[in-house]
T-cell receptor
């Protein structure tokens, strides 16, 4: 158990709908990362939040958005869903080491499997 | 952009065999991480490497951060059935992408029929 929790574990919805995925990081971790994993693309970095602020964006579609709340949990919002959005969505958390260099290690949650029909 | 090549894509193991896989990148990394993912689960961190040349072990697993900073390998000695799964390398570069991990496509370990 990594200490990162994600809900729901499974989500089935229809095209055009909007869903929200939730992530609670490990106790004390300030960073939350979101990833998408599909069969043909592997693990793709979507977005990184640190202590409530967006730090970096990866291959995240404009239909997707995220936020990190004061209690450090994060939500990933996916809207206008398409069939191709079906994938596993993981969040990972980390606590940066000192010295300013981001050598932090990311610990992954169990993921949310999204199926768009 | 930065790319990671992980090989082999898949391999079959027989209990007791040693296993080796590696990753190479198109640019220099400051961190290499190795994860294992079981079906329906999230990746679990196996080994983290932060210095060029660093050699780190975790039980039967050994990983090294290449001297050129562009590659890393993972060895599994005396494999057992529970080693089956998908192994991912991940690297972190310098500059604007600091903090963002890039993942390899994975090496799938299966048991020999």
């Amino acid at each position: 158990d990594s200490g990162v929790t994600q809900t729901p574990k499974h989500l089935i919805t229809a095209t055009g709908q909007r869903v929200t995925l939730r992530c609670s990081p490990r106790s004390g971790d300030l960073s939350v990362y979101w990833y998408q994993q599909s069969l043909d693309q592997g693990l793709q970095f979507l977005i990184h939040y640190y202590n409530g602020e967006e730090r970096a964006k990866g291959n995240i579609l404009e239909r997707f958005s995220a936020q990190q709340f004061p209690d450090l949990h994060s939500e990933l919002n996916l809207s206008s869903l398409e069939l191709g959005d079906s994938a596993l969505y993981f969040c990972a958390s980390s606590h940066p080491t000192t010295g300013g260099l981001l050598t932090d290690t990311q610990y992954f949650g169990p993921g949310t499997r999204l199926t768009v029909l | 952009g930065q790319q990671l090549n992980q090989s082999p894509q898949s391999m079959f193991i027989q209990e007791g065999e040693d296993v080796s896989m590696n990753c190479t990148s198109s640019s220099i990394f400051n961190t290499w991480l190795w994860y294992k993912q079981d079906p329906g689960e999230g990746p679990v961190l196996l080994i983290a490497l932060y210095k060029a040349g660093e050699l780190t072990s975790n039980g039967r697993l050994t990983a090294q951060f290449g001297i050129t900073r562009k590659d890393s390998f993972l060895n599994i000695s005396a494999s057992i059935p529970s080693d089956v799964g998908i192994y991912f390398c991940a690297g972190r570069g310098y500059g604007g992408s600091q903090g963002n991990l890039i993942f390899g496509k994975g090496t799938k370990l299966s048991v020999k029929p």
